[in-house]
């Protein structure tokens, strides 16, 4: 089974470069533990992993675990007051405006009611129509994102408000033009959201962690110009 990437690791902390389909943690559904990180990680490194914070099932990028209880609670603390900044890379249909902060309120449950919620969104690059020969109508934009709350798939719901879905994903965009879109940018069932940075003060040692995920194979495929360096 193939190792996990390690992005950052000390005596107190490490953190991963999760690949898209695994889950963070083990669920209600029996799930195999080559798809479940934490196990992944607990017999890669032979000791106990105590998740963080938590990434969806098909998000990529930096995910953070301590390895005893007292910093997984000082570093889930430091989520819950939002001292934690989390910048994410997403790729969408469309041609998205250069920037915009999205303060749409959002509830998880249809009963529950409507919570804050703010994203700031910036345009990286754009791949206009006729890039992609299989699709010449297709557009797509590469995204920052940042989210300023932590609500229920908020980056995923204020992306397709503002009628931009993020590519690949399956629950908001539907699943026929996520296997259309998989199969002519080459990036297969996947979506294409990852979680690009994770600034936080260290919760042991005060120092200030800056934690980035390498570019994306899948990414690439889409802007290899912006995210390779070429």
Sequence with gaps: MKQLDLLYQDEFLVAID??????????????????????????QLGR????????????????????????????????????????????VCGIAPQAWLCETPLRTNPEDDALPAQTWFERLAIAPESTFPNDPTLSLSLLKATPRTGRFHQI??????????????????????????????????????????????????????????PADADFCKCFPAQLLGS
Excluded: N
């Excluded at 603390?77 to 934690?84: H, K, W």
């Excluded at 998989?182 to 040692?205: D, F, N, S, W, Y």
């Design 18 to 43: 999760k690949p898209a389909g695994m889950i963070v943690h083990p669920g209600r559904d029996p799930e195999g533990p080559e798809w479940i990180a934490m196990k992944r990680l607990r017999d």
């Design 48 to 91: 106990q992993v105590f998740p963080v914070h938590r990434l969806d099932r098909p998000t990529s990028g930096v995910l953070l675990f301590a390895l005893d209880q007292q910093t997984a609670c000082l570093a889930q603390q430091a989520f819950e007051l939002r001292e934690v900044v989390k910048t994410y890379h997403a790729i």
């Design 156 to 213: 995923r719901r204020h992306l397709l408000e503002a009628g931009l879905p993020i590519v690949g994903d399956f629950r908001y965009a539907g699943q026929d033009r996520s296997f259309q879109l998989g199969e002519i940018l080459g990036t297969g069932t996947r979506m294409l959201l990852q979680a690009k940075v994770l600034e936080l003060q260290h919760p042991r040692t005060g120092v200030r962690l800056q934690i980035e995920a």
